[in-house]
């Protein structure tokens, strides 16, 4: 299981949601892929976004589409928790 990681949020000027972006380098470090579902979340709530690699992230930072960042209810350069989404049919397997 991947332990929660902390990441300063950087605002995208996509207005939708559902979407991360991450540098590919952290991607693997923390076992994901392209294209996975995982958890962010801040003090005040959980969101399931999918995860993206990029190059042009910085290691210590992860991108959130403008619905993401005021879902979560924090403002850009603030930090938030990133950790793998545990399926319910796993959880109980």
Known sequence: MTEAKMLEVEKSPIE?????RVNK???EKLSFTSGDLVV???DKKDI???IFGDDLIEEDKIK???????KLGVEEG???????HKKLLTKLI
């Open 16 to 20: 939708s949601g559902g979407r991360a």
């Open 25 to 27: 380098t952290l991607l």
């Open 40 to 42: 962010v979340s801040s």
């Open 48 to 50: 399931l976004v999918t």
């Open 64 to 70: 959130l589409r403008v619905l993401d960042v005021e």
């Open 78 to 84: 603030e930090e938030i928790s990133i950790r793998e």
